[in-house]
């Protein structure tokens, strides 16, 4: 039996993990799934006063999967830093031993002339970063701003090991031979020692490990240029902490619309998946928002975590079915718009269709 724990957070996550509920419910006839639903984010901190309480960790420590709606708000913001909703996210991720973030970045045919490129630069991108996520720069010590001498002085330190890198790049790797064979890693080679270790030991897993699938290597300002000039001849993109933050947003704009990006973050046991919208307090409780990432994020749930790609395959060409029959909700389109739960349910319906 399979567990999932949904942690619907704050704002629009109650209703876009509603719509992720009735999917999840369909396929429970055919596979042995079970889930449970729980408080996080700013939801906790009003009923429990933290983010994350030790229950809630044991349960995502005991599922094989957590599917995240959204955290934080304006009610939260001026809480100590390590009561806002946000630190939960943090913890939950260290917990998980979540390494390795994921996030698609694919133009559906339906919304290409949202795109802000040309729509014969975007036609068929479909871009997957594999983004190191508990290193690099954002958690290297010492870090500090201090004076000295007269001036102030601000530092942080970009520090990998080698075990780190390899461990990223076997996610990588792993993925691109469930797509299309490629490769495209990232770094700053020609200037800093670390980033030359980072195209070292990625070269190594390669070469003894990988030989089948093609290996890309890219300078980081060269990738954020060449995404936008070729994005359709990229599959996945590997890259460290600050140089994946960075792409994967330029990737996300390719696409068109936030509200159609699901992402996750994964490690060798769990995997914790999110839509890369944020809670939206000022359209909460409207029955407006989009459920498509949300949906998405499940879909990849089912491939990564449950080991169920077919799943996957078909809540992907749901939506895109879904999309191309003109079915929009409101931050997509401006006719045939649906509601929240309405958009749901024409995806549901193609999932039954297509099945």
């Known amino acids: 039996m399979k567990k999932i724990l949904i942690l619907p957070g704050d704002g629009i996550g109650q209703e876009v993990t509603n719509e992720c509920l009735k999917v999840i419910n369909f396929f429970k006839k055919n596979h042995k799934i079970e889930h449970s639903e729980d408080l996080f984010g700013g939801a906790s901190i009003d009923a429990n006063g933290e983010p994350l309480t030790r229950d809630v ?11 995240l709606g959204a ?41 290409i002339d949202a795109s802000t490129l040309k729509k014969n630069i975007v036609e068929g991108t479909d871009i997957f970063v594999v983004r190191e996520l508990t ?23 970009l520090i ?3 075990d780190e890198i390899a461990r990223v790049a076997r996610k990588a790797f792993d993925i691109a031979r469930l797509r299309n064979n490629k490769v495209t890693s990232l770094d700053k080679a020609n200037v800093l020692e670390v980033m030359q270790l980072w195209r070292d030991v990625v070269s190594e897993i390669h070469q003894n490990e990988y030989k089948d699938v093609e290996l890309e290597h890219l300078y980081i300002d060269n990738a954020a240029m060449q995404v936008i ?30 509200g159609m990006l699901p992402s996750a973050s994964i490690g060798d046991k769990h995997g914790i998946y999110e839509p890369v919208h944020g809670s939206a307090p000022d359209i909460a409780g409207q029955n407006i928002a989009n459920p498509i990432a949300a949906i998405l994020s499940l879909g990849m749930l089912f491939k990564y975590s ?19 029959s003109g079915f929009r909700t409101k931050d997509i389109g401006t006719e045939n718009t649906l509601t929240c739960s309405e958009m749901g349910d024409e995806i549901l319906k193609n999932i039954d269709k297509l099945s």
């Open 57 to 67: 960790l044991d349960k995502a420590l005991e599922a094989d999967a957590v599917l």
């Open 71 to 111: 955290v934080g708000g304006p009610k939260w913001e001026n809480l100590e830093h390590n009561l806002k909703p946000e630190k939960g996210l943090l913890t939950l991720r260290k917990e998980l031993e979540a390494y390795a973030n994921l996030r698609p970045g694919k133009v559906f045919p339906a919304l």
């Open 135 to 157: 290193g690099g720069i954002y958690f290297g010590e010492p870090r500090y701003i201090k004076k000295i001498g007269e001036k102030r002085v601000g530092s942080n330190n």
């Open 160 to 162: 990998y090991n080698e």
């Open 229 to 258: 000039k070729r994005p359709s001849t990229f599959d996945v993109i590997l890259a460290g902490n600050l140089f994946g933050d960075i792409i994967s947003d330029e990737i996300a704009e390719l696409t068109g619309s936030l």
């Open 306 to 324: 449950l080991d169920l790609p077919e799943v996957h395959d078909l809540i992907e060409k749901s939506v895109s079915l879904t999309l191309d």
